[in-house]
């Protein structure tokens, strides 16, 4: 009877063993497919990080070309677009607005259809 109970305690012992060894497995398997999440997760905050920083330098860059553009574009024509000079008894004119304050009118334009064209509204 005592070599019945030890070969049953052994066999039982060797079952908990063997699960104890399966749980085991299964506990390093989902660390690994956690680490493989984290990973997976860490490489695409990367990419919507630079995604992110590039729209916004794109603005930043989309800014610096409009005034650039304005700046250039006022000055080649400038005789044809000054919205600030009217002509008093048909003989004098007179420049009621800066072209300063002209260039950052069109310009405040510019950004205006700028962020309407980038928002997809038509």
């Known amino acids: 009877m005592k070599n019945t109970n030890l070969k049953h305690n052994i066999h039982i012992n060797i079952y908990k063993y063997i699960i104890m060894a399966a749980q085991l497995k299964s506990t390093s398997?989902?660390?690994?497919?956690?680490?493989?999440?984290?990973?997976?997760?860490?490489?695409?905050n990367k990419k919507l990080r630079a995604k992110?920083?590039?729209?916004?330098?794109?603005?930043?860059?989309?800014?610096l070309r409009i005034d650039n553009f304005v700046e250039e574009w006022y000055n080649e024509n400038k005789d044809l677009v000054d919205i600030g000079e009217v002509q008093i008894c048909g003989r004098y004119k007179v420049d009621l607005i800066p072209d300063?304050?002209?260039?950052?009118?069109?310009?405040?334009?510019?950004?205006?259809?700028?962020?309407?064209l980038?928002?997809?509204?038509?």
Not at 118 to 122: D, E, H, K, S, V
């Open 29 to 44: 398997e989902f660390a690994l497919e956690m680490q493989a999440k984290l990973s997976t997760l860490q490489a695409e």
């Open 52 to 63: 992110l920083d590039n729209l916004e330098k794109t603005k930043t860059d989309a800014v």
């Open 100 to 116: 300063e304050l002209e260039k950052r009118l069109y310009a405040k334009m510019l950004k205006i259809v700028y962020a309407f």
């Open 118 to 122: 980038a928002r997809g509204m038509i």
